[in-house]
């Protein structure tokens, strides 16, 4: 009986909103539920103890995408699962059976969600229409400018349309109009850099302020000055002190007491956060959830194997990585404004050193980025490396998505 273990890729709305997460299994080449053992009982055991007991942690309360065989179908494994809490994914079909068409009956009677994947546009999949509640299209294989003929007969039966390996925002701007309600790829965390750019003020306000979080020991004037020019931030700290202060009074004369009442660990946190929301107020809020979980991860597998000696840069570093998507401008450009380590600037603008092949084995874990074989090879050869198992990356994976979930970003 094997372990299964699983990142996941976003998936978001015209917004960019995320609606949900495709589970992406690690130890497959096919993203796809595994084809386990024929015993129910010993296919329950694995399931339960590798998804469907993490299941809300992985998809950070958002519905998880997860492909399913027609064999896997067929022995009801969708039903282990909260019918609100999955999308069911038909995957391997080169056409639609009797078979197919009876089983996606059932579960649909039974108020599961089903997503057609492999769709090529040929009419005999037509007959599944009425059954069908998202159909995926993988936009490197089907032309676009053949879509407009079959979005009509798609939008009568209320079937949204999603958008696979869309890799830039102007695809994205451009598959919307033409239709589509979902989009996944990377085009969410990839920078357009715009040559000339330079921060706003409030921008820059951000970065001085999560640049300040990461002092030691904290300057509690310094973040008090910058938090008091902006009415917004001043609301949120004085919140925050609130929510630690329930069932003690307490009055605050000043946002300074108000920052040394919330101690160093909880600052910190709060600081983080606020900034890494206000630098992703323009873009998606899943840019900001990557960022959190990059540097808790990175945090945590610093402690292990032979990442012991940065440490004390892997959350910081993390934090940072997305900067140059957050703020459309090259990562060295963005760090001349930040006085950070120089092992953190390498690590950054050129993944070198320590630091850096902890960052690519992270990010990579991360954003689900596992289609590429020489990227697999290279990481398999870090993790080898390194002394990491798929376990290792697994636990810390589960353990930063629920710290950020219960973050509510």
Not at 23 to 50: G, T, V, Y
Not at 166 to 178: I, N, W
């Amino acid at each position: 009986m094997r372990n299964t273990y699983i990142a996941r890729q976003a998936i978001l709305n015209q917004k960019l909103d995320t609606i949900g997460y495709e589970l992406l299994f690690r130890d497959s080449p096919d993203n796809k539920f595994p084809e386990i053992e024929q015993d129910i009982a010993s296919s329950k055991l694995i399931i339960q103890n590798h998804i469907h007991g993490d299941i809300q942690t992985l998809s950070m309360g958002k519905l998880a995408f997860i492909n399913f065989t027609e064999n896997c179908l067929v022995r009801k494994y969708p039903l282990l699962f909260d019918k609100n809490s999955i999308v069911i994914e038909l995957v391997g079909h080169e056409k639609p059976t009797k078979g197919l068409l009876k089983i996606i009956m059932f579960y649909r009677e039974h108020g599961y969600s089903i997503a057609l994947t492999e769709y090529d546009l040929a009419p005999h999949w037509e007959v599944l229409f009425p059954y069908i509640d998202i159909i995926k299209i993988n936009i490197e294989k089907i032309n676009t400018k053949r879509l407009p003929s079959v979005v009509d007969k798609m939008k009568q039966h209320d079937i949204k349309i999603s958008a696979e390996r869309v890799e830039t925002k102007l695809q994205k701007q451009t598959l919307a109009e033409v239709g589509f309600d979902y989009f996944q790829g990377y085009f969410y965390h990839q920078p357009e850099i715009i040559e000339g750019r330079t921060l706003t003020s409030i921008k820059a306000q951000m970065l001085a302020l999560l640049n300040e979080s990461f002092s030691h020991p904290l300057n509690f004037t310094a973040i008090s000055e910058i938090v008091g020019h902006d009415v917004n931030l001043s609301i949120a700290l004085l919140k925050m002190v609130n929510n630690v202060a329930t069932g003690t009074k307490i009055e605050i004369t000043s946002l300074k007491q108000a920052a040394s009442y919330l101690g160093e660990d909880k600052l910190r946190q709060f600081v983080s956060i606020l900034a890494l929301s206000n630098l992703t107020s323009d873009c998606s809020d899943e840019i900001c959830r990557q960022a959190l979980i990059t540097g808790k991860v990175m945090a945590a597998l610093s402690n292990k194997a032979t990442f012991t000696t940065i440490s004390d840069y892997a959350f910081m570093t993390g934090l940072l990585s997305s900067l140059e998507v957050m703020l459309s401008m090259p990562m060295a450009e963005i760090l001349k404004s930040m006085p950070v380590a120089k092992p953190i600037k390498l690590a950054l603008i050129s993944r070198e050193g320590l630091l850096g092949e902890l960052l690519s084995l992270t990010v990579f874990y991360v954003s689900g980025k596992d289609n590429d074989e020489n990227a697999n090879s290279n990481m398999a050869n870090l993790m080898t490396q390194h002394a990491l198992t798929q376990q290792d990356l697994q636990q810390e994976f589960l353990l930063a998505s629920q710290w950020c979930k219960a973050l509510n970003i």
